[in-house]
């Protein structure tokens, strides 16, 4: 039987797209690459994801698992070809809230997590941008994080348990409703994995409460510099706000012109800091980062008074990269993070860099904890630019890992960062990384040649994986 | 080959989408699907792949054109500004050049009805003599859906065709007629008509105009919507304001800059009616009535919302009316009415249909608003027969008689 005809016997015929426009439309996510996908899948079920697991592995095919496609890295782009497994009819939600739980499906939409939670007084905490798109299988794949991160932790602190089909087939579930489930922790393995070690089915979740009072500021100030220093002193200061996000010029003048949101588009940068928490605390946690904001040199600080205001500011922060559209056709970002106390030297680091490149750099990024997110406005079609970009790209990535930095804060690495993991790690620290992937996925099934870089493995011979001869699966 | 009309979604528009997703969460058929070839993004994907030649234009790319409802909601969450629903236009247009077998299809579906207004008229007469010997069960299969939720209508059908009175002391308004609203929602207009005269404007509804082209616009016929658009400028390009009754028409002439070289002229002053009243309100050349009336369900059409972005006016003259507007749905889906789609996607049609008339029922509320003709017709055909379901201009004129006649027994 042909790999086509399996897949339509075990999902139905309308559940395996094979039209080349079809095919176009999976080959990429959000990030710059392209793949080319052999098929496109949608089970609906975990057993029927085993069964295209075993599909899969029969025909020595790869899988690539994908939830709505917003990965920056080319995580779900099916670079090496395979099939695309689509994971938004995994879509069953069942909420407990005595326990503040839920067993969410894995292409269930992070905000519908939350908006189904509300009733119950209870959210889901984290929150990256995108989260009015991403799924919950997406948010465990890259260990996604937002803006709410600095104070709750990114998506593996609020994942208890996990139902995984591994490259067996087998659906197993890992960790549970204990605090600390006894063993080793493979659960906290495949968070962050990227879709390599295996399929997330369903993820058992920490819900949250809503907190009661919430406040937004708006601080803007005349240069990066005095905004990065006021993030400093504000943890220094034994606070942990909620958030503490900031975003340069280019970029509040890029936001401004689509949203209309008031943003001080003559402030050199502009932080948006959250507190949350009981009234009293909040009112003088506020003024305390007022006080420290303009002790710094802040022109002006704003307070949002009403939900529509607080709503307006968030979404100005939680739409920056779409609104990059406006200024080039396409951009390139990383998300390195640094030691918070690095900032001020790294940013100015960053914009030397895209200055002797000639480059448009735009910053928006989660500075509480350290988490830049240097974005390249560039046009492709201009010639020589990729080039440029890229090697900017590599020595931004230096400059913060020579401050002690890491590489991802939370996109993950995908294919876009793979090869920049070598100056993160040492081999050694890499064939780790690579033999456990074989552990659980000894015939490069799952999204291959992601996350780690080829020859990972010491005695590595020319990739994990055999290439599938063309045409052996049809 | 790739395109072949001016049409054409450029290359330029296509750039401008950078693939984020987040139109994906507000796309109703990406919603009721999850596919990707159902999603905004997606659709324009395909658009891409078709402007740079990798695969054909064929059954496949229209088929995913066509599960489109061209509702709009993409377009004001998208940070990159891409004009979906002028290339939405433009790819139907290409598909109808290219596609065999497409114009036929389509010519057949709308028995080329809606457009022509004699044709219109016809159907509006024999609509309401079969809706009074209850004989709308004989409508052919297809349109069922469309005459059960027509309007019940009483007597001749008229026109507001060259209509003109009023003082102008507020400035002229052009009425566009509208083919449906002029002849099966007629007491929209009498009501447009009534209120802006009382406003201070003086209403013209000039006999040169035609339908707005939204429908040929919306189903790739371009040449028609075109000549439609080129037709209106000439009707209308010397009023002050020009106002449509219905969300689609008022939508289309906003957009008519697209359509003919003109259209700037018309489409910078057109308003929808709910603009132009609640404007009057705010200005006090309408009265705000303070008698609370109770609850009113509203119902927001996509191309009042999502394409012009007007969400306060109608609930403004609600609130003028002395309602208490009930929201029912936050996103504001679409009701799945879209033109012709109920006729030609009628599964997608009628799950958006229901989902529509849930929300409204699980308000409790059995009054409801709807600003669009097509949006109104479908929720009667998903609706028990005791919502009363009414254009907000409607129940603000209700709303005033009632407290003028009310006035004048108190006497
Ligand atoms: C505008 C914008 C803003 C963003 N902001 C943030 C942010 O603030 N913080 C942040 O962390 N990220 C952010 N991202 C990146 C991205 O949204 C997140 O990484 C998100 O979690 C991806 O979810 P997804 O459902 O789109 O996954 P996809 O893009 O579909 O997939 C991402 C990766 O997960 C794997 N995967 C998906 N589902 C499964 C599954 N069920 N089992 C196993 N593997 C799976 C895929 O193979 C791929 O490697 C942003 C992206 C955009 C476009
Ligand atoms: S929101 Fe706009 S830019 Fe983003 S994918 Fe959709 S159309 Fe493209
Ligand atoms: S117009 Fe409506 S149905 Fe079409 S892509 Fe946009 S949101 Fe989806």
């Known amino acids: ?474 | 080959m790739t395109w072949v009309t001016v049409d054409r979604p450029t290359s330029e528009e296509l750039d401008a989408c950078v693939q984020c997703g987040l139109c994906l969460p507000v796309c109703p058929t990406f919603r009721l699907t999850g596919r990707e070839t159902a999603s905004p993004r997606g659709r324009l994907q395909a658009m891409s792949a078709i402007d740079s030649g990798i695969v054909p234009l064929d059954e496949t790319f229209a088929g995913i054109i066509d599960f489109c409802l061209g509702c709009r909601a993409c377009e004001p969450v998208c940070p990159g500004l891409v004009p979906y629903g002028r290339m939405l236009e433009g790819a139907r247009a290409e598909i109808v050049s290219q596609v065999p077998g497409r114009k036929r299809l389509r010519k057949w579906l709308q028995g080329s009805a809606i457009p022509s207004r004699s044709v219109m008229r016809a159907g509006a007469g024999l609509l309401s003599l079969a809706q009074s010997l209850r004989l709308t069960g004989l409508a052919p299969k297809k349109y069922e859906r469309i005459i059960g939720g027509a309007r019940r209508l009483r007597g001749r059908p008229g026109s507001s065709i060259g209509h003109v009175g009023g003082s102008g002391e507020a400035g002229t308004v052009g009425l566009l007629s509208g083919c449906i609203q002029d002849q099966w929602f007629r007491p929209v207009n009498q009501a447009a008509i009534k209120l802006l005269e009382m406003a201070g404007h003086r209403v013209e509804a000039p006999s040169a105009q035609t339908c707005c082209g939204a429908l040929a616009a919306h189903d790739g016929r371009a040449a028609e919507a075109h000549r439609m658009a080129a037709t209106n400028v000439g009707a209308f390009r010397d009023y002050d304001i020009v106002v449509a009754t219905g969300a689609g028409c008022s939508a289309h002439l906003a957009g008519y800059g697209h359509w003919d070289d003109d259209g700037e002229i018309v489409g910078e002053v057109s308003v929808d009616i709910t603009v132009a009243v609640a404007r009057a309100i705010e200005d006090g050349r309408l009265p705000a009535l303070d008698t609370p009336r109770g609850e009113m369900a509203i119902q927001d059409p996509c191309h009042l919302r999502h394409a012009q972005g007007v969400t306060l006016e109608p609930r403004r003259i609600l609130e003028a009316a002395g309602y208490k507007v009930v929201e029912t749905d936050e996103v504001a889906f679409c009701c799945g009415a879209a033109g012709l789609y109920s006729t030609l996607q009628p599964e997608a049609s009628a799950q958006l249909g229901n989902q529509k008339a849930d929300q409204i029922r699980s308000t409790g509320v059995t009054r409801v608003a709807s600003a669009n003709p097509g949006c109104e017709m479908q929720l009667r055909s998903y609706l028990e027969d005791n919502y009363e379901i009414a254009h907000p201009i409607e129940w603000y004129l209700a709303a005033l008689v009632e407290e003028l006649e009310g006035g004048i027994t108190s006497e």
């Open chain 1, 1 to 474: 039987m042909t790999l086509l005809s399996d897949l339509r016997q075990a999902l139905g015929n309308e559940n395996v797209l094979e039209e080349p426009l079809e095919l176009y439309i999976y080959s990429k996510d959000a990030s710059l690459m392209r793949g080319e996908a052999t098929f496109v899948v949608f089970p609906q079920s975990a057993e029927q994801v085993a069964t295209v697991v075993q599909i899969a592995a029969s025909h020595n095919v790869p899988i690539v698992a994908r939830g709505a496609g917003t990965g920056l890295t080319a995580g779900a782009s099916p670079t090496e070809g395979g099939i695309v497994m689509v994971t938004t009819a995994l879509n069953s939600l069942e909420i407990d809230s005595d326990n503040r739980t839920a067993w969410v499906g894995a292409g269930v939409i992070n905000l519908d997590l939350s908006t189904a939670a509300a009733p119950f007084g209870l959210h889901f905490a984290p929150d990256p941008s995108s989260q009015s798109a991403c799924t919950i299988g997406g948010n465990v794949a890259n260990n996604s994080g937002g803006a709410h991160t600095l104070a709750e932790g990114s998506t593996t602190s609020h994942v208890l348990g996990l139902e995984v089909v591994l490259a067996d087939g087998e659906i197993v579930v890992l960790g549970g409703q204990a605090p600390d489930s006894p063993g080793l922790d493979v659960k906290g393995l495949i968070v962050g994995s990227e879709g390599t070690l295996g399929i997330v089915t369903r993820a058992l979740v920490r819900l949250l409460p809503i907190e009661p009072e919430v406040r937004t500021l708006l601080l803007d100030f005349p240069t990066v510099e005095e905004a990065v220093a006021t993030v400093t002193e504000i943890i220094a200061a034994g606070m942990i706000p909620a958030a503490l996000e900031l975003m340069d010029q280019r970029m509040t003048t890029a936001v401004e012109k689509w949203l209309h949101a008031g943003l001080p588009i003559d402030a050199a940068a502009v932080l948006l800091a959250e507190v949350v928490g009981e009234r009293e605390s909040v009112e003088s946690e506020a003024s305390q980062i007022g006080e420290i904001g303009r002790a710094n040199g802040a022109r002006d600080v704003q307070v949002a008074t009403t939900e529509e205001h607080r709503a307006l500011l968030w979404k100005g922060r939680k739409s920056a990269f779409g609104a990059m559209a406006q200024l080039a056709p396409d951009y390139y970002l990383h998300d390195a993070v640094v030691p918070r106390t690095k900032l001020v030297e790294t940013m100015r680091a960053i914009y030397e860099i895209a200055d002797r490149y000639e480059l448009t750099l735009l910053n928006v990024f989660h500075a509480g904890d350290g988490n830049v997110h240097p974005l390249i406005a560039f046009d492709a079609s201009e010639p020589g630019i990729n080039e440029r970009v890229h090697k900017a790209g590599d020595e931004i990535v230096s400059a913060c890992l020579r401050v002690g930095g890491a590489l991802s804060g939370e996109h993950g690495i995908g294919l876009e960062k793979r090869d920049l993991m070598r100056m993160a790690f040492t081999e050694i620290d890499l064939d780790a990384q690579a033999r456990l992937k074989e552990v659980f996925d000894p015939t490069g099934l799952f999204n291959p040649k992601k996350v780690l870089p080829d020859g990972s493995r010491c005695f590595d011979f020319g990739g994990v994986r055999r290439e599938v001869p063309e045409g052996a699966w049809v």
